[in-house]
């Protein structure tokens, strides 16, 4: 596709859940981001892919937050036992080439919003 | 650690009149500044990034922003908007001088509204 795409869209989920996100970025793009974005707030950083290695998981808030990207294209953000303050919009972003090199621009995809009940 | 700040939260500006949403930042080294645009229920868009060289930057849909090193401010503007400007609009920095320089650190946020 042109753009990052991501699915679901929306996904409701009941506390103690487990739910899987889904990014699928760029194509040949390099790298791959994760963004948490609560309500009225901005974006913030949650974890890093350079292909298929994970360079950075220093936003993730907790040990029930885990991502992969396994093939260095797909990437998979999982939540386990949700709890209501995992509600937020989930954003992921991808470039083109290794982003600690380069003035890379990160092109985000539609979102996955996550509610928790 | 790095920072950006949306002083307002929502801007209004009357159709056809110039608006600017601002931006300042704190980097401990050189920054890279970025503007983003969001509508509702979509993703963020990218609209112009300054690295280095002229300090007036130009973007998509007739946007631009000018980066003042002294000030540590990297404001937007548009000449003269649109209804179809209004949207959520995000200032974003990357601090290149530092590890994990590859991360974004945004704003919260400034909601333009364009009046007819």
């Known amino acids: 596709g042109a753009g990052v795409s991501q699915s679901p869209r929306y996904k409701v989920a009941k506390r103690g859940q487990d739910v899987a996100l889904r990014c699928d970025p760029i194509?040949?793009?390099?790298?791959l981001f994760w963004y948490q974005q609560a309500l009225g707030q901005g974006p913030e950083f949650l974890t890093y892919f350079q292909n298929e290695a994970q360079l950075d998981k220093s936003g993730l808030p907790s040990d029930r937050f885990f991502a992969e990207r396994p093939e260095g294209s797909v990437s998979t953000l999982k939540i386990q036992r949700t709890q209501q303050e995992d509600s937020a919009v989930y954003l992921c972003?991808?470039?083109?080439?290794?982003?600690?090199?380069?003035?890379?621009?990160?092109?985000f995809g539609p979102g996955t919003r996550l509610t928790v009940l | 650690a790095q920072s950006v700040a949306q002083p307002e939260d929502q801007v209004n500006v009357a159709e056809g009149n110039p608006l600017t949403v601002k931006c300042t930042y704190s980097?401990?080294?050189?920054?890279?500044l970025f503007w983003y645009v969001q509508y509702p229920n979509r993703g963020l868009q990218f609209l112009l990034k300054?690295?280095?060289?002229?300090?007036l930057v130009k973007g998509s849909y007739g946007f631009e922003a000018e980066f003042n090193k002294s000030q540590t401010s990297f404001h937007l503007k548009k000449p003269s908007a649109l209804v179809s400007d209004s949207a959520l609009y995000f200032c974003?920095?990357?601090?290149?001088?530092?590890?994990?320089?590859?991360?974004?650190?945004f704003g919260k946020g400034t909601k333009l509204s364009v009046i007819p």
């Open positions: 974003a920095v990357r601090d290149m001088s530092g590890a994990g320089s590859y991360q974004l650190t």
């Open positions: 300054y690295i280095t060289g002229d300090n």
């Open positions: 980097v401990s080294g050189n920054p890279y």
């Open positions: 194509s040949g793009h390099v790298s």
């Open positions: 972003a991808s470039s083109l080439a290794l982003a600690g090199a380069t003035t890379d621009t990160q092109y």
